[in-house]
T-cell receptor, first 114, second 114 residues
């Protein structure tokens, strides 16, 4: 029962390097999300994909790009990492059937930019 | 725009005492409201959700929350705290207008004293 799977779990980057965080869900969910979590700031929405083929900006999209590769997968790319992007990143998904749906989270990816 | 405000970034209670974590929301359309819990180094797990079916919502681990439209509140309570309740708690709002965004509060870290 995998649910939402994120890779990698830990990553250290140098300023200016690029990387992609991968996320996959096996629950046949329609909507997928990327959040970042920082101390005292809670979870902030970076990007979301309401359905396959669509993506939209959240609260803090600058410095990130996303790809909804197919219904299962939603990746987050940092093109030129900055120390301000040091954070814990969570991928999440929900079914979206027209009524309120629970959003399910992955275990998180700890990213440090030095 | 939707938002949630969690009053108190840290709350301490004695084991066996009442737990009260506060959440106020802002939404121009009928909201869907959630409480999530996060244990150290883990993702977020759903405690309970308000779907407009009943104003008093019961969740897992003995937690419950009451939706009060007049006060725009959705406070989380538990009659008797256990040591295992020590965690960070997040209130979240999603709307019924179809944007499928979930906005989280800044979190409240609950400490349970022996």
């Amino acid at each position: 029962n995998a649910g939402v799977t994120q890779t990698p779990k830990f990553q250290v980057l140098k300023t200016g390097q690029s990387m992609t965080l991968q996320c996959a869900q096996d629950m046949n969910h329609n909507s997928m999300y990327w959040y970042r979590q920082d101390p005292g700031m809670g979870l902030r929405l970076i990007y979301y994909s309401a359905s396959e083929g669509t993506t939209d900006k959240g609260e803090v999209p600058n410095g990130y790009n996303v790809s909804r590769l197919n219904k299962r997968e939603f990746s987050l790319r940092l093109e030129s990492a900055a120390p301000s992007q040091t954070s814990v990143y969570f991928c999440a998904s929900t079914l979206r059937t027209g009524v309120v749906n629970t959003i399910y989270f992955g275990e998180g990816s700890w990213l440090t930019v030095v | 725009a939707q938002s949630v405000t969690q009053l108190g970034s840290h709350v301490s209670v004695s084991e066996g005492a009442l737990v009260l974590l506060r959440c106020n929301y802002s939404s121009s359309v009928p909201p869907y409201l959630f409480w999530y819990v996060q244990y150290p180094n883990q993702g977020l797990q759903l405690l309970l959700k308000y779907t407009s079916a009943a104003t008093l919502v019961k969740g897992i681990n003995g937690f419950e929350a009451e939706f009060k439209k007049s006060e725009t509140s959705f406070h989380l309570t538990k009659p008797s705290a256990h040591m295992s309740d020590a965690a960070e708690y997040f209130c979240a709002v999603s709307d019924s207008s179809g944007t499928y965004k979930y906005i989280f509060g800044t979190g409240t870290r609950l400490k349970v004293l022996a």
